[in-house]
């Protein structure tokens, strides 16, 4: 089988899971012996463009025209099977996928982020959940608050982008949504249930887990929407040394927060940015991870990092995280404004919705088998904790995850194998890169 990835990659200088992924996807891809024509574009490539190149880029997420030309002579020369497309903006566009199918090849999106309707691709801005976009034709907020890159000129074209491009999205052959919650998103955007798969990413196994270390790990970028305030705020609710260490780690514009609260506090480290090796060290040195998103985080990939290495997960109920621990209830989106508000509990025993495709071993409630929740001599737990697979979610409240954050440290070792247990049955690479053989085959033009 021939598969085209097209990817517009994201600036190097602005860590990217979304980058990660695509790359092993691509090596999974091809050591399963597929034949993969990379077709990837650079956000990097924005600087040395020469002038003429450069005038045409406030048009290029509605058409880009080298792009297509290229494609176009690469679909023409290689006649692919599929079409795999991850982020196209900017020098991709949408119209990749009427490019793909003017020439016979059916298009498979993996979706990483709300940019179908959110010009940021967030459903975040100032500070808060946001969902003023949602359900409109065209997005008059975005331009108004400037989301897209700050700028009112560059959010009215992006908003634009999204309305000339609806029914692009909706010709999409197969989406492949990372999470239930992003099946979600899909559905309420009014793709059919027949065209959504839920199959999540997946990273290499770096080996059998090292034992647990201690306490507490924040891995990630350094910025609002992913809850820095919120962890600081719930972990001054504890005496300095009460929890043991609590390692940050990344680099961000709440950079300052965080030094701020290592010089208060003795129980507090950063760490800085680290390259791989310094994310292992920090996992290894480490009892549980915490992901304290306060939007609707995707897919956060260091929660599967942390599983992988078989450290258990403490993270907000919303977005994907419920999912990626075992929990299967997240909190769903209701509006605009703080998290806590701004999204609201699941519906008790809610099931997936039927026709919705959960590839089998993706991580589903009905594979998630045997008990959940940590072993706290039969106590329950305190309320507003739910205990998944792999980890707890809480809302996303400092009171909330102030209490939750005791809970975690005691049960980090009971959950420690069953972690492991999880990354093993639901993200390895050789478990999502079959599911997604299955996906290009539902979908190949014979």
């Given at each position: 089988m021939r598969i085209v990835v097209a990817h517009n990659r994201y600036r190097e200088a602005q860590p990217s899971g979304e980058n990660t992924i695509v790359d092993a996807e691509i090596a999974q891809l091809a050591a399963a012996g597929l034949e993969v024509l990379p077709f990837l574009r650079s956000s990097d490539e924005i600087s040395t463009m020469p002038k003429t190149a450069k005038a045409l880029l406030p048009i290029s997420p509605i058409y880009a025209p080298r792009a297509q030309q290229e494609l176009a002579r690469l679909l023409t020369e290689h006649r692919p099977d599929v079409l795999h497309l991850h982020n196209p903006y900017p020098l991709l566009s949408p119209w990749v996928v009427r490019t793909a199918h003017r020439h016979g090849v059916p298009v498979v999106q993996t979706v990483h982020n709300y940019r179908q309707v959110c010009s940021s691709g967030l459903y975040f801005r100032d500070g808060v959940i946001c969902q003023d976009c949602r359900g409109r034709a065209l997005g008059v907020p975005a331009v108004v608050h400037r989301c897209y890159r700050g700028s009112r000129a560059q959010s009215a074209l992006m908003a634009t982008t999204l309305a000339v491009h609806r029914g692009t999205w909706r010709s999409v052959d197969r989406?492949?949504?990372?999470?239930t919650a992003v099946a979600d998103h899909l559905r309420d955007y009014g793709i059919p249930d027949e065209r959504i798969v839920v199959k999540p990413n997946g990273i290499p196994d770096p080996g059998s887990p090292a034992p647990l270390g201690q306490g507490f790990l924040f891995l990630g970028r350094l910025s609002p929407e992913k809850g820095l305030g919120l962890l600081l705020e719930a972990w001054r609710r504890h005496p300095d040394g009460a929890l043991g260490p609590l390692r940050v780690a990344g680099d961000g514009?709440?950079?300052?927060?965080?030094?701020?609260?290592?010089?208060?506090?003795?129980?507090?480290?950063?760490?800085?940015?680290l390259d791989r090796a310094g994310v292992r060290d920090a996992l290894t040195a480490s009892a549980v991870v915490l992901a304290t998103s306060t939007w609707h985080d995707v897919l956060p990939t260091v929660i599967i990092e942390a599983l992988a290495s078989g450290r258990p997960v403490l993270g907000t109920a919303l977005g994907g995280i419920p999912y990626l621990v075992g929990a299967d209830t997240p909190r769903e989106p209701a509006g605009?404004?703080?998290?806590v508000v701004a999204s609201a509990p699941a519906p008790a025993g809610a099931e997936p919705v039927a026709g919705v495709s959960v590839?089998?071993?993706?991580?589903?409630?009905?594979?998630?088998?045997?008990?959940?929740g940590?072993?706290?001599g039969g106590s329950a737990l305190p309320a507003g904790i739910q205990a998944g697979e792999a980890g707890w979610v809480v809302p996303p409240d400092p009171a909330?995850?102030?209490?939750?954050?005791?809970?975690?440290?005691?049960?980090?070792g009971a959950l420690a194998a069953a972690a492991r247990a999880r990354y093993e049955r639901v993200f390895h690479p050789d478990v999502v890169t079959k599911q997604l053989l299955a996906v290009y085959a539902g979908v190949a033009r014979s």
């Open positions: 989406f492949i949504a990372l999470t514009e709440l950079r300052p927060l965080v030094e701020a609260a290592a010089a208060e506090r003795t129980d507090v480290t950063f760490l800085g940015p605009t404004g703080p998290a590839l089998p071993g993706s991580g589903g409630p009905a594979e998630a088998g045997g008990s959940v940590p072993a706290l909330a995850l102030a209490a939750a954050l005791p809970v975690a440290l005691v049960g980090a």
